[in-house]
């Protein structure tokens, strides 16, 4: 369920079980905007660390904060966003050709990460001017069709 609508993303809330704990799942595309083909998690993030400072050019990923907080910056080329993600049932949608940048995780910070794709290094920008000349090549593209 889409909870929340911002410029550069969506805020998905799953369904979440309440008895003597939480139960938190997912049935892929019945929840999400795509079906996921990968899984993976981060944890023991080192005080002061950085991660993504990269856009995807194909894969979709839903970013959930299960334990601790994180910093996440948003950027289309055009706009930037900032968000604090800390609901372990609401994930934020991470959309194609979005650059993004996560700070400030508090000790203890886990992420859990689905994505649209498996894991191909060639799916990557990791050059900030690269990724604007390619988000600016792309709009033009867009327009003159
Ligand atoms: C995002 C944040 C939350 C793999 O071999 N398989 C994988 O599935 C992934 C995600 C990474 N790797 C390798 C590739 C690199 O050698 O692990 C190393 C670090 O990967 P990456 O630069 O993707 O790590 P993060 O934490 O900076 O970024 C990742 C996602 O790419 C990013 O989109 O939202 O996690």
Known sequence: MIIKKSKLS????????FDEANLV???GKRHLPFSIKRVYY???????????FHAHKK???VI??????????????SNREEFIIKQPDQGIF???MIWHEMSDFVKGTILLVLASD???EKDYIR??????????????DDTNE
Do not use: A
């Open 10 to 17: 969506k805020f998905i809330k799953l369904p979440n079980i």
């Open 25 to 27: 799942f997912t049935e």
């Open 42 to 52: 981060i944890l023991n993030m080192k005080k002061g660390s950085l991660r993504g």
């Open 59 to 61: 894969c979709q990923q």
């Open 64 to 77: 959930f904060c299960i334990q601790g907080r994180i910093k996440l910056v948003l950027d289309n080329g």
């Open 94 to 96: 991470l959309d194609k």
């Open 118 to 120: 498996y894991y191909k």
């Open 127 to 140: 050059d900030y001017q690269k990724f604007l000349r390619q988000v600016r090549k792309e709009l033009r």
